[in-house]
C-alpha cells in the first residue's frame, strides 16, 4: 500500500501562484511517474500533468506553460508549481504515481487539497 499526502492548497486570486506538494511513502519500490489530477464536482478526475523518469511530461493543454512539475526523487514527492492561476482552474488536486513493477497501476487515492481560484 502506498499513502499519498498532497498539501499546498487555498485560496487565492486570479493571476496568483500556489505551490502544490505531495509525498508517497508505504511500499514504494521504484516509482516510474508520479503527477497531478484534478476533479470538480460531478466531472471526472482528470490529468494536470504527469512526470516521467525519463524526464518526459504530460499535461493538459489547459496548463502548459503555467504549471511546471518537479519531482524529489529522494523524498518520493511531486510538486506543482501553479502561475497565473484562473477560475477555472478551481478544483481538488490529488496527486498519484505508478511504479516500475506495474506501470498500469494508480495508487490509491489521498485526500486531495482544494484549489480555489477568486476574487
Known amino acids: 500500500q502506498v499513502q499519498l499526502v498532497e498539501s499546498g492548497g487555498g485560496l487565492v486570486q486570479p493571476g496568483g501562484s500556489l505551490r502544490l506538494s505531495c509525498a508517497a511513502s508505504?511500499?514504494?519500490?521504484?516509482?516510474?511517474?508520479m503527477g497531478w489530477y484534478r476533479q470538480a464536482p460531478g466531472k471526472q478526475r482528470e490529468l494536470v500533468e504527469v512526470a516521467t523518469n525519463g524526464g518526459n511530461t504530460n499535461y493538459a493543454d489547459s496548463v502548459k506553460g503555467r504549471f511546471p512539475i518537479s519531482r524529489d526523487n529522494a523524498k518520493n514527492t511531486v510538486y506543482l508549481q501553479m502561475n497565473n492561476l484562473k477560475p477555472e482552474d478551481t478544483d481538488v488536486y490529488y496527486c498519484n504515481g505508478r511504479q516500475t513493477t506495474c506501470l498500469s497501476c494508480l495508487w490509491s487515492w489521498g485526500q486531495g487539497t482544494q484549489v480555489t481560484v477568486s476574487t
Open positions: 508505504g511500499s514504494i519500490s521504484s516509482i516510474a511517474a
